[in-house]
Nanobody
């Protein structure tokens, strides 16, 4: 059974940093692109960042570009999201996901596996 387990979310002050992790189990995703999405209360889930299997291509939402960095360690079957200069509007539940293939996408429709989410709260 495939499982994606996110961790690292917590309460942080504006301007602070957090590093989210997502560990996959049940199968390896060495050839699949992986991504992060987030959902704030009352809002739709939105794309945050994605990365190809070898890290050669990354994609970011405009709202996080320059502040967030996605990376992965295929040996550990884990994807990370380093979040710096956090803002209150970054408050959301963050989900990691794995695509059906090797290409990065911004649409959630292309992601077949999802974690349960981790809460990030940024106070002003």
């Amino acid at each position: 059974q495939v499982q994606l387990v996110e961790s690292g979310g917590e309460l942080v002050q504006a301007g602070g940093s957090l590093r989210l992790s997502c560990a996959a189990s049940g199968r390896t995703f060495g050839s699949n692109a992986m991504g992060w999405f987030r959902q704030a209360p009352g809002k739709e889930r939105e794309f945050v960042a994605a990365i190809t299997w070898n890290g050669g291509t990354t994609l970011y939402a405009d709202s996080v570009k320059g502040r967030f960095t996605i990376s992965r360690d295929n040996a550990k079957n884990t994807v990370y999201l380093q979040m710096n200069s956090l803002k209150p509007e970054d408050t959301a539940v963050y989900y990691c996901a794995v695509t059906y293939g090797s290409t990065v996408y911004t649409s959630a429709a292309y992601y077949g596996y999802w974690g349960q989410g981790t809460q990030v709260t940024v106070s002003s």
